[in-house]
């Protein structure tokens, strides 16, 4: 896994996640005004604050739990694997939920009255993306703290800076096609989380158990040197990575899973998306 597809993944999760954030904070702000409980704004923001402090907690319980393993290779392979599935499972869930969530969330803050009530129900449902951002980027932070966090940190901003955009020039943003292009995105990348954990979990077989079967038969190896740039490492390698799933060398057991997943998973999410 390239440093390069460690940034662009995490950033691509974080923009779509603090984006969905952005929406839902918008909606209860919006609906507080409409209601004329504005002295209760004061109180979504410091919710805000306090998910971050959440998310952070949670991204150093993670590097904290990763570090009581000695065998890393194959904890890397277990959070991608996992984070495969729950990055399909929540745009999955997203396509089918997003056009009455909006609804949801104004039924809720209208009938919240209390300041301690506006608190716990924004806390809850911006901590939820928060620490999906955190669970669905555990593969690239367990790799690369730093770049992982920065990606995070980039993605961010530039959810946070469109969703203002589009609240002050009060423009109509698709949020069907853009979560609909987003959910592509990330089922791409799970599909490569998916390879990549099979990847280190056939190694890992390999090296402790001595596994030398059918699984292991490599399909295909570019041999391509470390400076190359499509190489695993390298800028190109690492865009396709995060785009196509694309490695320099697979083997069989890499190629049997990632792309019936991404097959499966873009019919899925594709066929959600379709009924809407």
């Known amino acids: 896994m390239g440093y390069f597809q460690e940034l662009v993944s995490s950033s691509i999760i974080a923009l779509r ?12 702000t919006a609906t507080l005004r409409r ?26 319980l ?38 009455t ?20 129900f924004t806390l809850i449902i911006v901590s939820r993306e928060v620490i999906e951002t ?6 690239f932070l367990v790799r690369n703290p730093l770049l992982s966090a920065t990606g995070i940190v980039l993605g961010a901003v530039i959810a946070v800076l469109i969703a203002y955009t589009f609240y002050i020039a009060s423009t109509r943003i698709s949020l069907r096609r853009f979560f609909l292009y987003t959910s592509i995105v990330l089922v791409l990348i799970a599909s490569g989380l998916v ?15 001595n596994y030398s079967g059918l699984l292991v038969v490599q399909v295909y190896n570019l041999d391509l040197p470390r400076s190359h740039p499509l190489a695993d490492n390298g800028w190109a390698g690492s ?7 694309y490695s320099d060398e697979m083997k069989l057991g890499r190629v049997a899973t990632q792309f019936p997943y991404l097959v499966a998973s873009l019919v899925l999410v594709l066929r959600a998306y379709r009924r809407k």
């Open 17 to 28: 996640e603090v984006f969905e954030a952005s929406i839902l904070v918008s909606i209860v």
């Open 35 to 60: 209601l004329g409980k504005s002295n209760l704004l004061r109180y979504v923001y410091l919710s805000v604050v306090l998910s971050v402090i959440v998310g952070l907690l949670a991204g150093g």
């Open 62 to 99: 993670l590097w904290t739990i990763y570090g009581y393993f000695p065998s890393k290779e194959l904890v890397e392979a277990v959070f991608a694997i996992v984070a495969a599935i729950l990055i399909t499972t929540v745009i999955y869930w997203m396509a089918r939920v997003g056009p």
């Open 101 to 120: 969530i909006a609804q949801h969330v104004e039924e809720r803050v209208a009938i919240i009255s209390s300041a301690k009530g506006v608190m716990y």
């Open 134 to 139: 955190i669970l669905l980027s555990a593969p």
């Open 195 to 209: 390879g990549y954990g099979v990847h280190e979990l056939l190694e890992w077989v390999s090296e402790e158990r």
């Open 239 to 245: 865009l396709l990575s995060v785009l196509l799933g």
